[in-house]
């Protein structure tokens, strides 16, 4: 008696698309903290402009998931811009996103 085995393969979006390499990462990580110096602190609505790239320095040096950057950045109103700004650098390091944390600022330094 033969048996008939159906095996059903799951692949999640993340594992299809091309992550950044640790030198990419680390390219991307120095040019976030040489623009520092150079973006205004506050925005002109007076958000924490610092805050939000330092948020994007931590997920690229830690190399963060998607579930501790909640939990790190998990106040709904205080956090929501700095969490937005780690997770567009989530998204870039995943490959979800093709614009690099970096380049994002070019915009608030010219």
């Known amino acids: 008696m033969s048996r008939k085995v159906t095996i059903t393969l799951i692949v999640r979006l993340e594992d299809t698309l091309p992550k950044k390499t ?42 963060m998931s998607e579930k501790s950057i909640w939990n790190y950045w998990h106040d709904e109103v205080i956090d929501q811009r700095v969490r937005y700004n780690a997770m567009l650098a989530y998204w870039w390091m995943t490959g979800f996103e093709n614009e690099s944390p970096a380049d994002g600022w070019i915009e608030v330094i010219t």
């Open 22 to 63: 640790a030198a990419e990462i680390v390219a991307e990580i120095k040019r976030l903290q040489a623009q520092r110096k150079l973006i205004p602190v506050l925005t002109l609505l007076g958000d924490d402009n610092l805050e939000a790239l330092d948020a994007q320095v931590k997920v690229l040096i830690e190399r």
